[in-house]
């Protein structure tokens, strides 16, 4: 088996080095504030954790490709502009966006149905629609905020299908 070495750093103008490191602090920070270990997201972004790692010091060998998978994974977007433009004021469309882990203080209703789990404040996306799934009869659609009932469509849409699959080719 042959060794794969990453491929050397190019030469980066120091403007251009800086902005990635900064680039690489803020994902790391967005990993803190949701509260994930890297070998949660690197696992979630398809990377490996040396990887998360170079990219959150701001390496400039790593792909581009790695870096917009780790913020996508984090819920995070890339968005080139020139210096002269302002940031967007409004909000990316997150339509079909689910998060790496979910926090159930985000969600009421959803922190309201997981009474029974103890000793986390986060759940994977399959534990956090098995537990809608399963207490469906007790949601309350009319006083959901939007952005939960955002949450369980993209949960629905995305993760339904998979564990539907084989009923539908038994006919």
Sequence with gaps: MRNIIPSPAPITPEHCAAQLQTLGAQIRAQRKALRLSATVTAEAAGLSRV?????????????????????AALGMGLLAQTGTQAPPAAEADRTGWI???????????????????????TLTPAEALGIYERNARHLDM???PAHEQALLEALRLALQPAANAGAGDAV
């Design 51 to 71: 990887t998360l790692h170079r990219i959150e010091k701001g390496e400039p060998s790593v792909t581009m490709g790695a870096w917009c998978n780790a913020m």
């Design 99 to 121: 998060p790496a882990r979910v926090a159930l203080a985000d969600y009421p209703q959803l922190r309201a149905l997981a009474w029974q789990v103890h000793g986390t404040d």
């Design 142 to 144: 009319a006083a959901m």
